[in-house]
């Protein structure tokens, strides 16, 4: 769903660069809650892999592909607030190095892919998880739901942004009924990508997952006849490990699947490509300002091998996702750390 330029005009794609600012700002700050030592590497691991899944469009219809938006998986796995921001970081990655989404419309993407997403499904995360039983299956569950509705609601959200600044005169109930149509479907991979991630990452380090807070019980044990909760130094190593194993295999997951796998996903266009081809809607599109890259197209300049310059840029993007997202995060963890500082702290608090 990544919007090129031309599709939406200059006045309405100023517009939702103002939005995208705001809520990158608003978001910045709510971060700061979310994000300590052991979250902030996750986020900007997080970020990472959400750039590689992307890469692998999955076939959900005759000629049409899909891909993970990750709104979804992004604010159960680290918070929305956390999760506004990795997807924005892999939308500008994208849009710089790989020619990927627009710049003029970087606004729009983040609007539509970024806010609307998370917005929308830890809303319905949220919900669900209030409603079902306080188990670690609830959490998998609800996930699920909240990552299906979350796509066919971006799609929405770009036909209201396509009729307010849409640069050709197409009937709007036709670009309705085909985006919605068929990103329902995108969402069915959507939700199972979203739903096995965050189901994997409960199964060995719950205490990491955001929309998990809450549903961990305290071990006890049984003293003169009653049960009392064991002091967390007594708690099992395993349970107080380091998260660095997670971390190196969700970066080394998210190499092999950029490099590697990434070479065998689906060639056809996705879902916007198709809608925007069939309805016409692509009629005034522009030439991406980074065309030349040496990475557009998702692939290295001058490398003739397509498995090799394929797989190379998979690598670069991860790497350069990674790096970025991480020094973001960091810096925001830091930012909390000074602010509740003993000297930021007024006397008598």
Not at 316 to 342: E, K, L, N, Q
């Amino acid at each position: 769903m990544h919007v090129p330029d031309g599709f939406i005009n200059a006045p309405v794609s100023a517009v939702t660069g103002v939005v995208a600012a705001g809520a990158v700002a608003v978001s910045l700050r709510g971060a700061r809650r979310e994000l300590d030592e052991r979250t902030a590497p996750l986020a900007g691991l997080v970020a990472a892999f959400i750039f590689a899944v992307q890469m692998l469009n999955f076939p959900v219809a005759a000629g049409t592909s899909g891909h993970l938006l990750g709104g979804a998986l992004a604010a159960i796995l680290v918070g929305p607030f956390t999760g506004v921001l990795c997807v924005s970081v892999v939308l500008l990655m994208q849009g710089i190095l790989f020619a990927d989404g627009g710049l003029t419309a970087l606004g729009v993407n983040i609007t539509d892919m970024a806010i609307v997403t998370t917005v929308v499904s830890y809303a319905v995360f949220r919900g669900l998880v209030t409603v079902l039983p306080r188990k670690r299956r609830s959490v998998t569950v609800a996930a699920f739901v909240a990552a299906l509705l979350s796509v066919p609601a971006a799609a929405v959200a770009f036909t209201l942004i396509y009729a307010v600044g849409g640069t050709t005169d197409i009937a709007l109930s036709k670009v309705a009924t085909a985006m919605v149509g068929v990103h329902v479907l995108i969402g069915i991979g959507e939700a199972v990508i979203t739903a096995l991630t965050v189901g994997a990452v409960i199964a060995v380090r719950p205490d990491l997952v955001h929309g998990a807070r809450g549903l961990q019980q305290r071990l006890k044990l049984r003293v003169d006849g009653e049960l009392v909760d064991v002091p967390a130094a007594a708690a099992p190593v395993a349970a107080r490990s380091s998260h660095r194993k997670v971390w190196i295999t969700g970066l080394v997951t998210s190499l092999v699947l950029a490099g590697f796998v990434s070479f065998y996903a689906s060639a056809s266009p996705d879902g916007l490509e198709k809608v925007a081809k069939d309805k016409g809607i692509d009629a005034k599109a522009k030439a991406h300002a980074s065309e030349d890259s040496p990475l557009a197209g998702y692939g290295v300049k001058d490398v003739s091998d397509a498995r090799l310059s394929g797989g190379l840029a998979g690598v670069i993007g991860v790497g350069v996702t990674v790096v970025a997202g991480t020094g973001v995060f960091w810096t925001v963890r830091r930012r909390r750390t000074a602010d509740t500082s003993p000297a930021s702290v007024p006397e008598g608090v």
